[in-house]
């Protein structure tokens, strides 16, 4: 093979990676504690793109951010509530979040006392158990495991306690085309509770969780106390 064709096979490949990873599936890594119980630190999922349309912020590696700002987005569709999405960090661009989508536009979101409500209802959720888990510093983290009704969709939470920094705040209006989104851990998690983020465009959203590939959360063999999610492969997320 002369270097021609070598030149051609390897644009060739670059173009295929880059248009499989900008319209169909991308890779992501868990980095934080945010989505647990759901996801833990350390599990590798598969986001599928065309749930939701195409935007700059679809290319990857970054790429999108070299373009224009613009709030196009072709085949567009928005998000479920309740859905898990990648997004592009609407405050830092190029930090890709993972959160859970608890608002959509036009809904009232308010925390009360460690309680989540929609649109002046109460979200209801059922104590389950306690939960102990290691922190990404090794130290222990005694918790409370809940199921939380999200308007029909039933799905786990932890509460460390119903008084932590944002288990009270004021009601959030989601504007149009934007989104509110929290992690499942609710007293760890950098979200729309917060100004650092606020809310999501819809245009910033990369990408839908859909499997968990494999990962690589460990449970420590001298803790058998703690809980701890079985090593998974290939699962649905949602």
């Known amino acids: 093979m002369n270097w021609k064709e070598t030149t051609k ?8 990676v880059l248009v499989l990873r900008t319209a169909a599936f991308a890779s992501y890594y868990i980095p934080s504690e945010s989505m647990v119980p759901a996801l833990e630190v350390g599990d590798r999922l598969v986001i599928t793109k065309w749930d939701y349309g195409y935007s700059r ?11 224009p700002v613009s709030s196009t ?3 567009g569709n928005s998000p479920t509530r309740g859905d898990i999405v990648v997004f592009d960090h609407p405050q830092n661009l190029g930090v890709n979040m993972i959160k859970r ?24 959720r059922r104590a389950i158990r306690d ?17 939380e009704d999200l308007l029909g ?10 008084h932590s920094t944002a288990d009270n705040t004021p009601v959030f209006h989601v504007p149009a085309g934007q989104f509110f989104m929290m992690g499942d851990n609710r007293d760890n998690s950098s979200d729309s509770r917060f100004q650092t983020m606020s809310y999501v465009p819809l245009e910033n959203i ?6 968990l590939s494999f990962s690589l959360h460990t449970c420590p063999d001298d803790a058998p106390h ?3 999610a079985p090593q998974r492969i290939l699962t649905l997320i949602n």
């Not at 990369?206 to 499997?211: M, V």
């Open 153 to 162: 969709l039933r799905h786990t939470i932890i509460e460390r306690s119903d």
């Open 73 to 75: 987005r072709l085949f």
């Open 131 to 147: 939960y102990i888990y290691a922190d990404q510093t090794g130290r222990e983290v005694r918790v409370r495991e809940f199921e």
């Open 206 to 211: 990369i990408g839908r969780a859909r499997i």
């Open 9 to 16: 096979t390897l644009c060739f490949t670059v173009l295929a």
């Open 57 to 67: 912020h679809s290319l990857p590696w970054g790429l999108g951010n070299l373009l």
């Open 226 to 228: 703690l809980t701890c």
């Open 101 to 124: 989508v608890v608002g959509v536009p036009g809904d009232e979101i308010q925390m009360r006392s460690g309680y989540l409500y929609i649109n002046g209802a109460l979200i209801q």
